[in-house]
């Protein structure tokens, strides 16, 4: 089991930064992939962007191409999000996730963090 603790959400204006972290501990990391999601309300968890924890190789839903930034510092175990140019849209609660597989469907995933809340006003 990945034990994941997301930080750094907040409440910012349309068209601020914010970087979201998620620390992981608990197991080794070789051949893990991690993800971030979110979940709106009313909406189901839709995936935001992925990354190879071995490889960094990176992907990326449309939503967040050319917005949005996933890296890893694996001396920290740490992942982030660096989100750029927001929108009301990206209001939801931001989750960190990982497997030994990837995937883009929350369902894959079997551990997650807590969430954090991101809330973009106009």
């Known amino acids: 089991q990945v034990h994941l603790v997301e930080s750094g959400g907040g409440l910012v204006q349309a068209g601020d930064s914010l970087t979201l972290s998620c620390a992981a501990s608990?197991?080794?990391?070789?051949?893990?992939?991690m993800a971030w999601f979110r979940q709106a309300p009313g909406k189901e968890r839709e995936i935001v962007a992925i990354?190879?924890?071995?490889?960094?190789?990176?992907w990326y839903d449309d939503s967040a191409k050319g917005r949005f930034t996933i890296s890893r510092e694996t001396a920290k175990n740490t992942m982030y999000l660096q989100m750029s140019s927001l929108t009301p849209e990206d209001t939801a609660i931001y989750y960190c996730?990982?497997?030994?597989?990837?995937?883009?469907?929350?369902?894959?995933?079997?551990?997650w963090g807590q969430g954090t809340q991101v809330t973009v006003s106009s």
């Open positions: 990354i190879g924890w071995n490889d960094g190789g990176t």
């Open positions: 996730a990982a497997n030994s597989g990837g995937g883009i469907m929350y369902y894959s995933y079997d551990n």
């Open positions: 608990g197991r080794t990391f070789d051949n893990i992939v």
